[in-house]
């Protein structure tokens, strides 16, 4: 107020301009406009009847007596600037305000003058909870991070204005003679209100702005808002960075505040605040299992708190129930959110609870609902493998397949968090996670983790029910965390294996060498299968390939050193060798001892492959059994010798010699014991994608004719 009485007295009311008449302080020029510390410190001195001049030099006058009553307040003692020395400071109890706290003050004082009113609405949090914790799941498996109540909140907020009630948006303002003016706003800048604890306990706020909000998807969004409570907290928030607010945040939930009325500043419209999430007060200390069975959601209340010069009620509510609906899922608002992020699931509908609770009709619907979780479950395990995130290229946007969908069995949201049987209706298959019963929220949880996330698993046409069983027990419910060993581990080999493709890339340019390159991720899974097989003392292993990948292969699994295969590259081959020409390097052989990171040494030999992709899978198979057969062992109960095949996925079905072999794999004079098949997925058969050259959905399809998993 003392710099708009500098520019021009008229700016501020009569008795401000008497007070600032007899008002002087020492001041730094550029601060004056807000602007650095540089300048020469100017005494501006100003008494009745003078006019302060704009650029800050000095005026001098005989100083009117300062009101005794703050004219904005209309009580309580004028207030002074942070660098006013009171005369008899001695009389005066407390000590000064300044820095970021005065400016507070000067800033709540200014929002006294502002004629506010608000609105309020109490909103289910239900869907808000689930589908964040889905979100949340995924990137705490993937990138890591994780998104808060508030990154979602805000956005709904910023979508409600831009989409539905741009109003909201506007300020107030008034002109050189004092009318009042409406101020359109072309963009949302979104005040984020941030609370910061120091190093004494005190507390501080700063509202610094998500500029342009409303052009953002909500991962920009979200990144932005990430990147000023970041700044917040390292004290490096620049100037720029609170320029621009149109509509202002604050979420005093996050200390249990159930609901607040914010003051709004000058050039707002609207300031929302976000009340604690939680159950209503009266049933603070109901009975969980209670609370399931009467369908109740966490509520929270949001409250919009407007300049009512101009901006309705009836706005303030309509801007309110928008973003009522949107937490509530309308307009596809967390498909949007799902999408921006890549969470590659369908995000969870809002759904109303069907679930009558007198003795009759009850019961019956709680043993009707037990029957639809028991197939439920079941066709987790037969078809969860249909939504598992399996596309790197994220080609496809995600379906949830109508078996697979709760809503299909008349399940809502509501019953996630009620109890049923996990064992299946016959009691022949193993119970979900090996735990008799548990929330429905659980169970998906569970089988969701072992059937639909980066690894899909199909077995159930299996017919044998203790295999599968033990699959069951295998994965429902393991743990899929990796120790830091085994997660170094596995990026050593991946950085070998991408070392030598950009070597050989850069190296022999143009010359044929059918590189790994997307599929690197084949090195550490033959590394993890060939170091469980040395450390359960298998005999030996035989590897059989196709052309692509294989000298990534031989040197970083089998152990052919890097300089015999640069000089191969350079056209010095061993003429002995079958076929010594030409693009030999990639159908040669190799013998090797495996070690393991525990000692376990484990003899393996990759078969040559010179011919077509796939006939080397005899060979390999032929090998393995002429081992066995020279080692004195039980042959119904012991094979000790590992063959390992690996396929393109266009060639493993579209190659009759892959089902030929499969067809003698179970017969007795040609059995090993089993094989590991690993099919890279090149997803294009040398010109043809995979909707051009087979008729399932995986390439893998053919060894359903021998119950392969």
Known sequence: MYEKYLSNPNLVNETWREFFAGYSRTSTKGNLDGGGSSGAAVTVTAGPGTTPASNGSTQTATPAPAPTQSPASGNGPAPKSAGTTASASDDVPGEPIRGAASMIVSNMEASLAIPTATSYR?????????????????????????????????????????????????????????????????????????????????????????????????????????????????????????????????????IGTERSVPRLMPSQGTIIGVGSMDYPTGFAGADPTAIAKLGLSKVMTISSTYDHRIIQGAESGLLLKKVADLLTGDDDFYEEVFRAIGVP??????????????????????????????????????????????????????????????????????????????????????????????????????????????IGIEFMHIQDPEEKRWIQEQVEGATTKLSVDDQHHILDKLNAAEALERFLATKYVGQKRFGLEGAESLIPILDAILEAAADENLDSAFLGMPHRGRLNVLVNIVGKSYRQLFREFEGHVDPDSIQGSGDVKYHLGQEGVYESRSGGRLPISLAANPSHLEAVNPVVEGMARARMDGIPQDRERWFPVLPILMHGDAAFAGQGVVVETLNLSLIKGYRVGGTVHIVVNNQLGFTTPPESARSSDYPTEIAKAVQAP
Not at 203 to 224: G, H, Q, T, W
Not at 358 to 384: C, E, F, H, P, S
Not at 440 to 448: A, K, Q, S, T
Request: hydrophobic share 35%; aromatic share 6%.
């Open 122 to 254: 109490e909103i289910p949090a239900k869907l808000l909870e689930i589908n964040r914790k889905v979100i949340n799941g995924y990137l705490g498996r993937t990138s890591g991070g994780k998104i808060s109540f508030t990154h979602v909140i805000g956005y709904a907020i910023v979508r409600a204005i831009a989409d539905h009630v741009p109003n909201m948006n506007n300020s107030y303002a008034e002109g050189p003679d004092g009318s009042p003016r409406l101020v359109r706003k072309d963009h949302i800048g979104l005040g984020i209100a941030i609370d910061l604890e120091k190093s004494d306990g005190s507390r501080s706020l700063v509202v610094p702005c998500i500029k342009n909000a409303e052009a953002m998807d909500f991962a920009e969004f979200k990144a932005s808002y990430d990147d000023l409570v970041r700044k917040a907290k390292t004290n490096k928030l620049a100037v720029d960075d609170f320029a621009g607010t149109t509509v202002t945040l604050t979420n005093p939930g996050t």
């Open 345 to 454: 699931y369908e995000a969870v509908l809002w759904r109303r609870d069907a679930n009558p609770q007198d003795t009759i009709d009850g019961g019956d619907t709680q043993l009707r609902k037990q029957m639809q979780v028991a197939t439920l479950i079941n066709m987790y395990r037969v078809r969860g493998h249909l939504i598992a995130d399996l596309d790197p290229l994220s080609a496809k946007q995600p379906e949830m397949h109508p078996e697979l969908d709760p809503a299909t069995y008349g399940l809502t949201i509501w019953d996630l968090d009620r109890e049923f049987l996990t064992g299946g209706v016959t009691g022949v298959y193993a119970p979900v996670g090996g735990v008799s019963k548990m929330p429905l929220g659980d169970i998906l949880h569970v089988l969701r983790d072992a059937y639909c996330r980066t």
